[in-house]
T-cell receptor, first 112, second 112 residues
Framework: KAGVTQTPRYLIKTRGQQVTLSCSPI?????VSWYQQTPGQGLQFLFE???????NKGNFPGRFSGRQFSNSRSEMNVSTLELGDSALYLC???????????FGSGTRLTVV | QKEVEQNSGPLSVPEGAIASLNCTYS??????FFWYRQYSGKSPELIMS????GDKEDGRFTAQLNKASQYVSLLIRDSQPSDSATYLC????????????FGGGTRVLVKP
């Protein structure tokens, strides 16, 4: 059974640019969540989608957005990149809370 | 008070000993509790989930939950050097069940 797939693995962007990250969940999982991990702030929740609807949103500025497609694949977008957006972005999928959440390998974004 | 708190460590244990990790949480309504292991440069991996008060054992891992005292712990028996990693406690808040709130993680070092 394939795991959670995130692309790309690494990205280097310049301040002010925008970036789109992709996540393909485990087959059958309809919930997809996104997290940002930095050394200073740890793992922080960005948002969660279920059946193409955003169900939860974390405390991030509006520059961070996401969406989910009918096949449960999800994308997140960060516009007007700032140096502080440099982080590991993790996607997690779930078949339901009681089953836990499986993380992808992450996308490491560096903003220069 | 942080929503989920862990000692950052490092927790240094000799090979073959028991590593004991603790996590406290603030939301009394939380119903699910997860432990993740994260190796340096890798994404978090779910190792234990627990939902009821008491102990749950899986191989060398035992999770313990005490909802009245709002803490969850993880014991690693017969610790091996390969257990050296950061262990993250994750708790979904009652009001936002599909969002994981993570503690800062406890770094464990198992010395041969």
């Amino acid at each position: 059974k394939a795991g959670v797939t995130q692309t790309p693995r690494y990205l280097i962007k310049t301040r002010g640019q925008q970036v789109t990250l992709s996540c393909s969940p485990i087959s059958g999982h309809r919930s997809v969540s996104w997290y940002q991990q930095t050394p200073g702030q740890g793992l922080q929740f960005l948002f969660e989608y279920f059946s193409e609807t955003q169900r939860n949103k974390g405390n991030f500025p509006g520059r961070f957005s996401g969406r989910q497609f009918s096949n449960s694949r999800s994308e997140m977008n960060v516009s007007t990149l700032e140096l502080g957006d440099s982080a590991l972005y993790l996607c997690a999928s779930s078949a339901g809370q009681v089953y836990g959440y499986t993380f992808g390998s992450g996308t490491r974004l560096t903003v220069v | 008070q942080k929503e989920v708190e862990q000692n950052s460590g490092p927790l240094s244990v000799p090979e073959g000993a028991i590593a004991s990790l603790n996590c406290t949480y603030s939301d009394r309504g939380s119903q699910s509790f997860f432990w993740y292991r994260q190796y340096s440069g890798k994404s978090p991996e779910l190792i234990m989930s627990i939902y009821s008060n008491g102990d749950k054992e899986d191989g060398r891992f035992t999770a313990q939950l005490n909802k009245a005292s709002q803490y969850v712990s993880l014991l690693i028996r017969d610790s091996q050097p390969s257990d050296s990693a950061t262990y993250l406690c994750a708790v979904p808040p009652e009001a936002a069940g599909n969002k994981l709130t993570f503690g800062g993680g406890t770094r464990v070092l198992v010395k041969p």
